[in-house]
């Protein structure tokens, strides 16, 4: 549920984008002129309409919750990883046609790219919430459950190796 919406949502707004970008073209050259981007014009209503999809879809993700009796945290961390992927989603929807059309790209490649980016980055997202949202087991606190981010930016730090010291030049 979580991963196809955010696929969803961002292949609807790469579409609307896309199109934008085909409009504004064909007006621009019926004036004889090379066709000027309005990165603002064109995203920025896209990011509006993802915000507002994202609180939909949100309170559909709580009543989801609901209907199958899912309480709690475990219902904060759905609802909350909802609304992340779906705002993520719109909004990278929304950009990547115009960084393809940027970079000299068809635009409309972004439909297929952003499903495949989606599909990785929901699952990761999702994982980040849930963990951030339930707690993980941390090793180094004897099966203690903490929800602190502090917890896993010392757990990377023991993780990575000590830098070696410079040898000594002759």
């Given at each position: 549920?979580?991963?196809?919406?955010?696929?969803?949502?961002?292949?609807?707004?790469?579409?609307?984008?896309?199109?934008?970008l085909?409009?504004?073209?064909?007006?621009?050259?019926?004036?004889?002129?090379?066709?000027?981007?309005?990165?603002?014009?064109?995203?920025?209503?896209?990011?509006?309409?993802?915000?507002?999809?994202?609180?939909?879809?949100?309170?559909?993700?709580?009543?989801?919750?609901?209907?199958?009796?899912?309480?709690?945290a475990?219902?904060?961390?759905?609802?909350?990883?909802?609304l992340?992927?779906?705002?993520?989603?719109?909004?990278?929807?929304?950009?990547?046609?115009?960084?393809?059309?940027?970079?000299?790209?068809d635009?409309?490649?972004?439909?297929?790219?952003i499903?495949?980016?989606m599909?990785?980055?929901?699952?990761?997202?999702?994982?980040?919430?849930?963990?951030?949202?339930?707690?993980?087991?941390?090793?180094?606190?004897?099966?203690?459950t903490?929800?602190?981010?502090?917890?896993?930016?010392?757990?990377?730090?023991?993780?990575?190796?000590?830098?070696?010291?410079?040898?000594?030049?002759?």
């Amino acid at each position: 549920m979580l991963v196809g919406a955010g696929g969803n949502a961002g292949g609807q707004s790469t579409v609307l984008v896309v199109r934008r970008l085909a409009l504004a073209s064909a007006r621009w050259k019926a004036k004889g002129v090379e066709p000027a981007v309005s990165v603002r014009r064109i995203v920025g209503p896209e990011i509006i309409v993802g915000a507002k999809l994202a609180l939909v879809l949100f309170g559909a993700a709580f009543l989801r919750c609901a209907i199958f009796k899912v309480y709690g945290a475990e219902c904060v961390a759905i609802c909350l990883s909802m609304l992340v992927i779906v705002f993520c989603s719109t909004a990278l929807g929304a950009a990547l046609p115009i960084v393809l059309n940027k970079l000299g790209l068809d635009p409309a490649h972004a439909g297929a790219t952003i499903q495949v980016l989606m599909d990785v980055s929901g699952v990761a997202l999702t994982c980040v919430i849930s963990s951030m949202v339930l707690g993980f087991k941390d090793g180094s606190v004897h099966g203690e459950t903490t929800t602190s981010l502090s917890v896993v930016s010392e757990s990377l730090h023991k993780a990575a190796p000590p830098t070696p010291a410079p040898a000594p030049v002759p």
